[in-house]
């Protein structure tokens, strides 16, 4: 029998904090008809047979948690005045506790039944991956790379695989240490998305803890008989953070052409996209005239997140402007910007940067590059009306592009370089210096240890968001910048240091023939915050671009602190609710004020197997 595990229960439906009231309730009234070695029964119904309990001993109902405990009998040895909880499996109905109460547990462990990924997968795949198996044709899983690190928050993990030959069934087994059993699901399509109830209670009840995945796999003649057992297991693990990832990415995708070009962004864990900015929508003095196609791209958000500063393609060559982003408002000028500094804004270039350290009023500045070339860093204050110069560098005799503030407004990162382009840099060397702001005057300009080696070419520096580390891209030798198939990403402390490579740099191994340098990684970004897990370490996160799987794509690298050690060793996750087929580029992530992205077309779920 099949049945469609898509009809909750009211109980079932609630706030899991809500829930857990219910359960505190009865884990008192059992504790009180609790003894050593007594023995509980529960079914679902007066009539229903006794099943075996999960059963876990506590200290009190309220600093409990509902936690993953081995499959027992259901006599319970306890202390006298231990709290007993008595968990079932998953997806069972309200649970009769004999006590005057119902309630339903959200339970740490998957259904022991099998799952079907969608109908057309035989009923009886779990019979045909029973048989003997065969020594080889290991399938290559592509995500979760192993030792990934998720966010909290991160989208529905999605395990791809790739067979070794033609097979077209696979065995896809998810399980954590302390469950009662592993998840399994059968496929014939070689991606399954977890579903969003069993996400939810891994973001529950395994954080923090390795989650193992393997895949088998076997070819099914079209009679429905196995014509290539089932190859030994693929493995990986991935774990998943305590803390969430914050804030929203806006990212510049290019749909076709050279003037096609858009600003799209989500919220981590949207698995969808929206379309944030397009020139369309600019109008004057953001523009010369409405409803222009030109290209937008090489942006950053203002401090508040309402607004966008960018760069513009032709007709206006690289000229930067900046632009409202919210609803109702969007393309407009934003209502703190004066005509007289927007103006003075569109005769700069680069990317441009800003700092929650210097957005109030009276003081709102933005950092940019001239626009004659000079390789002058520029400071304008976007509300008083003539308030711009240009910041002092003294002891770098080369020229400033792609400058990065920091997020207190003490300093700025920036690329010391020999060749501009356009605003950006054009080739090496270049390396990463940081000068003080010094409420716009500038002053001493020094290199970064291990953001300035000679053998390097260094760029597009950026500040994490408590400003101790800069990440930046580099490509050995004095190569071109621009959209380097050698570019690789890495994380140095802002003081400066050893250079720390990140491990997200590298595709899957078992993958395609893609290496790196190779992939190009560029354009790092971090998350608006940083956060400590209950477990001591610190967690940042890193989006970046990547032409791995073909065309530029979004990534994101993790990296952890603990004790002052650097820890960037973790794949790269890949962001799957972006369009596959679209080349997008140049994220920046930051809490952006923007709508939430629109959840795309729901899947049937999963299909359980009695």
């Not at 059963?55 to 709290?83: C, F, M, N």
Request: net charge neutral; charged share 20%.
């Amino acid at each position: 029998m099949q049945h469609h595990p898509g009809t909750k229960h009211s109980a079932e439906a609630e706030h899991p904090h809500q829930a857990r009231r219910h359960v505190s309730s009865a884990w008192t009234r059992i504790s009180a008809h609790a003894r050593l070695g007594a023995t509980l029964l529960l079914a679902a119904s007066p009539t229903a047979a006794c099943t075996p309990a999960a059963v876990e001993t506590v200290g009190t109902p309220d600093a409990a948690k509902v936690k993953p405990a081995a499959r027992v009998d259901a006599a319970v040895d306890a202390p006298p005045d231990a709290r007993i909880a008595v968990v079932l499996d998953a997806f069972t109905a309200p649970v009769d506790l004999g006590l005057g109460e119902a309630a339903v547990v959200r339970v740490p462990s998957f259904p022991g039944n099998p799952l079907l990924a969608n109908a057309t997968v035989p009923a009886n795949a779990p019979s045909l991956f029973a048989g003997a198996g065969r020594a080889s044709g290991v399938p290559c899983i592509v995500s979760p790379e192993p030792n990934t690190l998720m966010p909290r928050n991160w989208l529905r993990p999605r395990i791809e695989f790739v067979p070794a030959g033609d097979e077209n069934l696979f065995e896809i087994q998810i399980s954590v240490a302390g469950f009662a059993h592993p998840l399994r699901v059968y496929a014939n399509e070689r991606a399954y998305t977890i579903d969003a109830e069993t996400w939810s209670m891994l973001r529950e009840s395994a954080v923090d803890r390795p989650i193992k995945v393997s895949v088998r796999a076997l070819k099914m003649s079209a009679d429905g008989t196995v014509r290539t057992p089932p190859s030994p297991a693929a493995s990986t693990t991935f774990t998943i953070a305590p803390v969430e990832a914050p804030g929203k990415i806006v990212y510049w995708a290019i749909l076709g052409g050279a003037l096609n070009a858009v600003l799209r962004g989500f919220g981590i864990g949207e698995e969808n996209v929206v379309t944030v900015l397009a020139s369309t929508q600019l109008v004057p003095p953001t523009i010369d005239k409405p409803n222009q196609q030109v290209c937008v791209g090489c942006h950053t958000a203002t401090p508040d997140g309402k607004s966008v500063g960018f760069s513009m393609g032709p007709p206006y060559w690289f000229r930067n402007s900046i632009a409202d982003i919210t609803p109702g408002s969007v393309g407009q000028k934003p209502a703190y910007a004066s005509d007289a500094q927007i103006a003075v804004v569109r005769k700069l270039m680069g990317v441009p940067s800003f700092s929650r350290g210097h957005w109030e009023d009276g003081d709102r500045i933005a950092l940019l590059m001239d626009g004659a070339g000079r390789g002058d860093l520029m400071w304008i204050n976007l509300d008083t009306d003539g308030e711009q110069g240009i910041l002092q560098r003294s002891g770098d005799a080369r020229k400033a592009v792609l400058p990065s503030f920091s997020h207190d407004g003490t300093k700025i990162a920036y690329v010391s370089a020999n060749a501009i382009k356009d605003g950006r840099l054009d080739r090496g060397p270049s390396d990463i210096y940081v000068v003080p702001y010094n409420d716009r005057a500038g002053g001493v300009a020094t290199p970064v240890a291990g953001a300035a080696d000679p053998k390097f070419t260094e760029y597009y520096p950026a500040f994490s968001p408590d400003d101790a580390y800069i990440a930046f891209a580099r490509v050995a030798g004095n190569a071109n910048s621009y959209s380097n198939s050698a570019a690789e990403i890495f994380v140095v402390p802002t003081s400066g240091g050893t250079a720390t490579r990140f491990a997200a740099n590298d595709p899957v191994a078992c993958g395609k023939t893609v290496r790196s340098p190779g992939a190009g990684n560029d354009w790092p970004k971090w998350s608006p915050d940083v956060k400590v897990g209950a477990n001591g370490r610190t967690y940042y996160w890193v989006t970046f671009s990547s032409i791995r799987r073909g065309r530029p794509q979004l990534f994101l690298a993790p990296m952890t602190v603990e004790g002052g050690v650097v820890d960037a060793s973790y794949p790269a996750l890949y962001l799957w609710n972006q369009p596959a087929t679209e080349n997008n580029h140049t994220p920046s992530w930051d809490n952006y004020q923007i709508p939430d992205a629109p959840p795309p077309p729901q899947e049937p779920p999963p299909i359980v197997v009695y």
